[in-house]
């Protein structure tokens, strides 16, 4: 919206990445595996969407090392640690890095996220930690006794690696 107010040339792209993201979240969000593919594909419109309403000084580190083959995975599963990484990891004044990794494997996949936390304007209502929560729980109903979730939470850092060992 705020881009096409001031008529940005990127406003185009935004609307499509938010296009893209809207329509998998219709059609994909009810099923119960998706490609691999198609959720690393909508991961990475979510971050360049993003990535227009940050300045020079956030930094997004982020990186596919693996090959994609036809892995299938629970759609939706990663998104909620990746919004936490911008919901708490940006500050338009300060400069920042996050730091989003994803390896693949045959049978596996591993997604590591760093953030500083330096969000200050976050009220308590938006804290209710409701989307690592929801995460956690959606792993042990779809994903029992195959991953892993490490999360480390300092009152500066904010870390997460996650292991799924892919069905």
């Not at 979510?46 to 693996?66: A, E, F, H, M």
């Not at 939706?76 to 004044?93: A, D, H, R, S």
């Amino acid at each position: 919206y705020a881009l096409s107010l001031v008529k940005s040339d990127d406003a185009p792209n935004a609307i499509l990445k938010l296009s893209s993201i809207m329509r998998y979240v219709v059609t994909e969000s009810s099923k119960e595996k998706v490609s691999l593919k198609s959720e690393l594909d909508y991961i990475k419109d979510y971050i360049d969407l993003q990535k227009l309403r940050l300045t020079s000084n956030t930094i997004i580190d982020y990186k596919i090392i693996g090959t994609i083959e036809n892995q299938k995975i629970a759609p939706l599963l990663l998104i909620p640690i990746i919004e936490n990484c911008f919901k708490y990891g940006v500050n338009q004044t300060e400069s920042v890095v996050i730091k989003i990794h994803i390896t693949i494997d045959k049978n596996q996949i591993q997604l590591e996220t760093y953030n500083k936390k330096v969000a200050k304007n976050i009220s308590e209502l938006e804290k209710t930690e409701t989307g690592i929560i929801n995460t956690q729980k959606r792993l042990d109903i779809l994903y029992l006794n195959n991953y892993n979730l490490d999360i480390t939470n300092t009152n500066t850092d904010y870390k997460v690696l996650l292991n799924i060992y892919l069905k």
